[in-house]
Nanobody, 118 residues
């Protein structure tokens, strides 16, 4: 069984910064990628950023230049540094792990709340 534990969500003022962390544990085989998704009230879950085991990254257009995803393969951990936060970034942020040669197995964390408000 695979577990993902997220941390770092909080209430922050516009323009502020937060760092999210997600640690994967359990029976993990062949990590393909880890990433962050978010879901705001009344909206669908959307990709924020993803990093492959080889270090390639991809970002949603709305966060490019403000968010940075990084990973520590030795710890099966992924981070999301979020700078210049905007009220539109308010959402529950979910960690995602994809395993297997093609990343066909997908696992989700329980989510962490990020609220950007003055």
């Amino acid at each position: 069984q695979v577990q993902l534990v997220e941390s770092g969500g909080a209430l922050v003022q516009p323009g502020g910064s937060l760092r999210l962390s997600c640690a994967a544990s359990g029976r993990i085989r062949s990590i393909y990628a880890m990433g962050w998704y978010r879901q705001a009230p009344g909206k669908q879950r959307e990709l924020v950023a993803v990093i492959t085991i080889g270090g390639s990254t991809n970002y949603a257009d709305s966060v490019k230049g403000r968010f940075t995803i990084s990973g520590d393969n030795s710890k099966n951990t992924v981070y999301l540094q979020m700078n210049s936060l905007e009220p539109e970034d308010t959402a529950v942020y979910y960690c995602n792990l994809k395993t297997g040669a093609l990343g066909l197995s997908s696992y989700w964390g329980q989510g962490t709340q990020v609220t950007v408000s003055s």
